[in-house]
């Protein structure tokens, strides 16, 4: 079901190069979202058009949205690119209002799992370079190290090359960032982005040597991984702990929740009882009673939850402020990260 859902909303990326295999050494497809989508917030200039007695709406009074991720639960869909549902998360959220906090907890087994269509794929590679090998397929573009522009003709050479030279040097960083941990803040931050760009340059190349990179892409589009325990209600207590802790420390005034699992009813209910708005992002409706809106998996997967994000946070306004009507784009006074 997932996957049909994948496979007929174009709106997500499927390309295999995410699963650390790159056909045509394809450069990084992660910022290339939205395809089609409208952007009803982009078209206005915010600060003409907040509301509250027509007056701009101060910073302070934004409201904040905090985004709590079950991967267990919820996990990134077959054949999307994880960078990119994430970052599609963030702006579905962006249209109830200014997104705090994004947080995804999921077990380790989450981190080491290898879908079923990312080995098909990493197969797919490994058939290429063969063929690449032997000279029966030859590529249009060189393979390009985009660590130090080196090009090369086959992806094979490209990958030895990363592992005889690039490999080596990121072993001997990694000693020198352990002498240098209580050295001056510059010095470790000149080899933390070297060690950025190598994870960067192999991403698409090597395959690590656990799971699919589900972590790295999920930190890539700026959100906070937390690993829990393998007990399988782990990360449903870590994520609950933090709801909580969002709900007591009035951090944000909207929880939004990416979840079927009906466990989070109560702290959805607390959070609505406290005033704060509740979004739930989930296949069914089974938090339908503990949240103010909820958007649909498949509204997610087309691209369309954020209309329907960006309507509910216009009829908040309306609810709190009856004798206003905002337009569809002045419902919207938040921002993604
Ligand atoms: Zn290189």
Redesign the pocket.
């Known amino acids: 079901m997932a996957m049909a859902m994948a496979m007929h909303h174009p709106h997500f990326h499927t390309n295999p190069a995410f699963c650390w295999l790159s056909v045509r050494n394809v450069p990084n497809t992660g910022s290339d979202l939205p395809l089609h989508l409208p952007s009803p917030t982009k078209a206005i200039d915010k600060t003409k058009h907040q509301l509250m007695n027509g007056a701009p709406v101060p910073v302070t009074k934004r409201r904040k949205v905090a985004v709590f991720w079950d991967l267990d639960n919820k996990p990134p869909p077959p054949k999307a690119q994880p960078y990119d549902v994430a970052v599609e998360l963030k702006k579905v959220a962006g249209e109830l209002g200014e997104v705090v906090d994004v947080v995804a907890y999921a077990n380790k087994h989450a981190f080491r799992f290898v879908p079923g269509w990312v080995k098909e794929a990493r197969e797919q590679r490994s058939v290429l370079d063969q063929m690449e090998l032997e000279g029966v397929e030859k590529a249009e573009q060189p393979y390009v190290?985009?660590?130090?522009?080196?090009k090369f003709p086959i992806n094979l050479d490209l990958k030895n090359?990363?592992l005889s030279?690039?490999e080596k040097e990121r072993q001997r960083r990694a000693r020198l960032l352990k002498k240098l941990k209580n050295s001056p803040l510059k010095e470790r931050q000149v080899l933390e982005a070297k060690e950025q760009l190598y994870l960067e340059?192999s991403r698409n190349v090597l395959i690590p040597e656990v799971g699919y990179g589900l972590e790295y892409e999920l930190k890539r589009a700026g959100i906070c991984v937390r690993m829990v325990s393998d007990d399988p209600q782990a990360a449903d207590r870590a994520l609950k702990r933090r709801m909580r802790q969002t709900i007591k420390s009035k951090n944000a005034d909207c929880l939004f929740l990416v979840s079927d699992d009906t466990d989070y009813e109560e702290v959805l209910m607390a959070a609505r009882s406290k005033g704060m708005h509740t979004a739930v992002l989930a296949k069914t409706v089974a938090l339908e009673k503990s949240a103010d809106v909820m958007l649909s998996w498949f509204e997610f997967m087309s691209g369309d939850a954020r209309i329907v994000a960006n309507r509910a946070a216009r009829e908040w306004i309306i609810q709190e402020k009856p004798d206003q009507k905002p337009s569809f784009e002045e419902a919207n006074y938040g921002s993604g990260l």
């Open positions: 190290c985009l660590i130090c522009d080196q090359h990363l030279y690039h340059a």
